[in-house]
């Protein structure tokens, strides 16, 4: 067709031109208000298939759409036809399908332009020719509808008169399509929405949470099943400030109602966003009542004005309930750890079990110490009669649910206690108690010891179930925990007591000693080393305490008994203040680190004073009786120097007084005067030689003479004298030469000159303070023919101008002295061919030295002989 | 008979051991006119006084024989009526208890106040 037909055809009359424009635009005006109500695609197509058949004059009019993978198209359902002998070539294009490109809908797909076709027949891109040389068919045109740059449906219109190509009716049928495009485009919308809502209300059924949407009023918009059963009933229309009464909805201390305004609904509808808000609620379908937690948002329009609220409430009762249960299991632990009485703590225990299961009871009993009695722990809900009667009953093969429980050491799971052979004994209390199963699990403690049972009992003939058997777990195990700590507790309390009672009453004293040298004492102890409560003590200090003489050997065995065997053992005196003794056995334990290390050394001190002076006085009682002798024998001695003495003084007394009388009377016999004068004379002399002559005195007795070891002899005479030294709070240190000869000697008259020596010691330091009371006796030998005795004390001494006038008759320093004992010591020492000298020391004190001579031709002997 | 039974009457008996002692008593007693009789020995003093009738003895009670409280003992078998008096040349309590539990009339301990003893013998002979 050239350009110029075409101008021509183009250019028709204004008139029809016009014409066809009104048409036009009647029937754009008439599709758009139809579509308009169309519902669907298919709807939608017909009424545009129809219209545009009917009001520009097609013959037939039929879409296609492309195929699920686009890759073909297919032919639609609808269609229009406008005359009745179309069907054959409806039936051929029904058969058909085309691929891009392929015959006239497949041009306009791939184009995405409308095609005219002025003869089918004879078009050679047109697969249906033969068809529509059939049904004689001339003209057709495709138009495509597009939604966005994709072609969504190809129209396809025929007509058998010959047509030129009329872009204008070309243009309005694309108008047309492009309307039924917007109508798809929106329908497609409509749908989609639709299916969205369906979603969304299939998540708002289905989901565990409950949804809840209310406008701006607190009318309920949506209110999902969950949300319902949370609730326990679902939408009705109120007024906010009544939701908490109708629903039931209280604050977490589960019986303050929710203040409305607090909701979080309200506060949501209020424009706040609220977050995990926990909420209770109790209602009738939740009589226990269930935890939730809420978070709840506005919602606003576009224009940010709002419209209500929206809350999402998820059902956290679970996760309460076991937080509350691990709560409390931390709260027993708690009272556990804060020794809280074991009745207490079991209570709270099966308090805590029974509040996790409906209709649960529980019971603790204990094991007696003897491990064959049962003994009341906690059973809080358990009838009065049934705790007592279980209190004290025997554990056995056959004793209930727990006596066996413990017996075995096993779980017993009773379901019904009526017929259970266990519960033979124990049917009449079961039914008091309305009891039907009943399961036991001992309680075992970290070292395998049965300690008691943990019971439940339910009305209902049943085992344990799963959740039940999770909390008998925890039960056990913390039932376990308590009465270990307790029966820990109750031993070491005991066994404080024990030590306390027996520390008390034995005078027993504890201490620590450290390597760094800081010590501890207890009271007691303090008490016995004399030291102030608050004193801070040392190793020193303790060591201090040690009378002197000991001091050093105590120290010694001390290091070699820990050094050799970690223990020591001493017995030794203590000196005090204010000069007290005391005689204490010490023992002591190191303890040491896994390296060997020394961590202190524990160990306690026995106050045996009382004890040791008991058996001193046992030792001392025999000795005593020799001591008494060696006593009455000096005052034997004494008394007979003094009768010796006396005898003369009497006669020279006598004769005196006779002379007197016969002279005053005047009948003196002349030759009895002269006697009587002569008497008195022998007398005087008499007396004289008393008192001079001591010494053939005692060389009477003298001359029973042995070898003595003077060694020895001091030790004896020391022990004889052992009960005063210890009386007088004094010290008799002796310090004795190993290689002393021996020397001939009466040992009666040698132990009186050394007891005279030792007594005259100690009563010249009788004054002074305890710690000053010391002796010191000292032998040594000079030259190896002289033994020397010395006996040194610390007292006020002797004469300064002439220490010897103690050997003189009648001298004393001593009030009740007679001054006797000097004088027969010296007239001893000298019998025996000695000397003895009394001398001041440089500093203080007193010194008498005893010089004998040693026995020559007969060491070698006596030593043999010894 | 009434004479020497006159005599026996103001006899002052006298026992020590110590001679001397015992001469210087006597001398003592003399010098005042009393009669005395001295004994060294006890046993014969106690011969004597199971013989004849003794009014007073004057007796140490520390002898190396027979003690002075021994002699006492058998003095009052013998002689119950025999007024004692004791002289002692130590202070012996246990002897001297035991003496005073015999009952002597004085005790003196040596060397003794001559007129206190001579006041005693006056006194145990009835003597004015």
Redesign the interface.
């Known amino acids: 067709m050239s350009s110029d037909d075409r101008k021509s055809r183009l250019s028709r009359s204004a008139e029809q031109t016009r014409k066809e424009s009104e048409e036009q635009l009647s029937l754009l005006q008439t599709i758009t208000s139809e579509l308009a109500a169309a519902t669907d695609l298919s709807s939608a197509l017909k009424i545009v298939l129809r219209h545009v058949c009917e009001k520009t004059g097609w013959a037939l009019g039929q879409a296609w759409l492309p195929n699920e993978d686009g890759s073909i198209l297919v032919c639609d359902s609808d269609w229009f036809c406008g005359e009745d002998d179309l069907q054959d070539f409806r039936v051929a294009s029904e058969a058909r399908h085309f691929e891009r490109g392929i015959g006239l809908p497949g041009r306009v797909w791939e184009s995405k332009q409308p095609a005219w076709v002025e003869d089918v027949v004879n078009d050679p891109n047109f697969p249906r020719s033969a068809a529509a040389r059939t049904a004689s068919l001339k003209t057709g045109v495709g138009i495509p509808i597009l939604s966005g740059n994709q072609v969504i449906a190809v129209l396809e219109f025929f007509m058998r008169e010959s047509r030129d190509q009329n872009e204008r009716l070309v243009n309005v049928i694309a108008a047309v399509a492009a309307q039924l495009n917007l109508v798809m485009e929106q329908k497609h919308a409509v749908k989609e929405l639709s299916r969205i809502n369906e979603i969304l209300q299939s998540i708002l059924s289905n989901m565990g949470d409950g949804v809840i949407v209310a406008d701006k009023y607190g009318n309920f918009l949506v209110f999902n099943p969950a949300a319902e059963r949370m609730f326990g009933k679902g939408a009705m229309q109120m007024p906010p400030a009544e939701w908490s009464h109708h629903y039931g909805l209280y604050l977490p201390d589960k019986v303050t109602p929710f203040p409305h305004d607090q909701l979080p609904m309200t506060r949501s509808i209020r424009g706040e966003e609220v977050d995990n808000i926990e909420m209770f609620v109790r209602h009738e379908k939740a009589p226990h009542g269930l935890w939730t937690r809420i978070t709840g948002r506005p919602l606003r329009g576009t224009d940010g004005n709002l419209l209500g609220g929206v809350i999402v409430c998820r059902d956290i009762t679970q996760i309460k309930e076991e937080e509350f249960f691990r709560a409390g299991q931390s709260r027993v632990l708690e009272m556990i750890a804060a020794d809280a009485t074991l009745a207490e703590v079991l209570k709270s225990l099966v308090l805590l079990m029974e509040e996790q299961a409906e209709g649960l009871r529980c019971s603790i009993l204990l094991l007696h110490r003897d491990g064959k009695h049962v003994r009341h722990g906690a059973a809080p809900n358990l009838p009065e009669a049934y705790v007592k009667a279980v209190d004290g009953a025997p554990i056995g093969p056959r004793n209930g649910s727990c006596g066996t429980a413990m017996f075995t050491r096993k779980p017993v799971v009773v379901t019904d206690v009526m017929s259970d052979p266990l519960w033979a004994d124990y049917r009449g209390l079961a039914r008091i108690c309305r009891l039907s199963a009943c399961w036991s699990t001992p309680i075992v403690s970290p070292q395998g010891e049965v300690l008691g049972s943990f019971a439940m009992y339910r009305e209902e003939k049943r085992g344990p179930r799963p959740e039940e058997d999770r909390l008998t777990n925890i039960a056990t195990h913390i039932a376990g925990i308590a009465i270990d700590r307790q029966r820990q507790h109750e031993i070491l309390r005991e066994r404080d007591a024990r030590i306390s009672l027996a520390a008390e009453s034995a005078d027993l004293a504890f201490w620590v000693l450290y390597p760094e040298g800081n010590a501890w004492m207890s009271d007691k102890g303090r008490r016995i080393y004399g030291f102030d409560s608050n004193l801070q003590l040392t190793c020193d200090l303790i060591l201090s305490r040690i009378h002197p003489d000991e001091r050093a050997a105590v120290k010694a065995e001390y290091d070699r008994g820990c050094s050799l065997h970690g223990t020591f053992e001493s017995e030794h005196r203590l000196f005090l203040p204010y000069g007290k003794t005391r005689w204490v056995i010490m023992r002591g334990r190191c303890l040491q680190d896994e390296h060997g290390n020394l961590l202190e050394t524990i160990g306690v001190t026995l106050d045996v004073s009382a004890q040791k002076q008991a058996a001193l006085q046992v030792q001392v009682q025999r000795e005593e009786m020799a001591h008494r002798n060696r006593v009455a024998l000096m005052g034997e001695m004494t008394a007979s120097f003094a009768h010796e003495l006396n005898q003369p003084l009497t006669a020279i007394a006598n004769n005196a007084s006779a002379a007197r009388r016969f002279l005053e009377r005047g009948n003196m016999d002349p030759v009895l005067l002269p006697q009587l004068l002569q008497q008195m004379v022998a007398d005087s002399q008499r007396a004289g030689e008393v008192i001079r002559g001591i010494r053939s005195l005692v060389r009477k007795e003298t001359s029973e003479q042995n070898l003595l070891d003077l060694n020895s002899v001091i030790t004896d005479t020391v022990r004889l004298v052992s009960s005063d030294i210890l009386n007088r709070e004094s010290v008799v240190t002796a310090d004795l030469d190993p290689h002393l000869p021996q020397v001939p000697a009466a040992l009666v008259q040698i132990q009186q000159v050394l007891l005279n020596l030792i007594i005259n010691a100690l009563d010249a330091v009788e004054r002074l303070p305890p710690s000053e009371r010391r002796i010191i006796i000292s032998t040594r030998s000079d030259k190896g023919d002289v033994a020397e005795v010395s006996v040194r004390d610390f007292g006020i001494g002797l004469p300064k101008d002439r220490p010897d006038k103690v050997f003189d008759h009648f001298f004393s320093t001593k009030q009740r002295g007679m001054g006797m004992g000097l004088p027969i010591v010296r007239s001893i020492v000298e019998a025996h061919g000695g000397t003895i000298t009394a001398e001041n020391p440089p500093d203080r004190g007193a010194r008498m030295v005893v010089r004998l001579p040693a026995a020559r031709g007969h060491v070698q002997k006596s030593k043999a002989a010894a | 008979m009434s004479n020497s039974s006159e005599a026996q009457a103001d006899e002052v008996c006298l026992v020590d051991d110590?001679v001397?002692?015992l001469?210087?008593?006597h001398?003592?007693l003399?010098?005042?006119g009393f009669k005395v009789r001295p004994f060294n020995k006890a046993e014969d003093f106690l011969t004597y006084a199971s013989k004849n009738r003794v009014p007073v003895v004057v007796t140490d009670i520390?002898m190396d024989q027979v003690t002075g409280l021994e002699l006492l003992a058998r003095l009052c078998a013998i002689s119950p009526k025999t007024k004692v008096i004791v002289?002692t040349?130590?202070?012996?309590l246990a002897a001297r208890a035991t003496a005073m539990a015999i009952g002597p009339v004085a005790f003196f301990?040596?060397?003794?106040d001559?007129e206190k003893f001579i006041g005693a013998v006056r006194d145990a002979l009835n003597r004015p």
């Open positions: 110590d001397s002692v001469q210087s008593m001398y003592l003399a010098s005042e520390w002289i040349a130590r202070e012996d301990m040596k060397p003794f001559d």
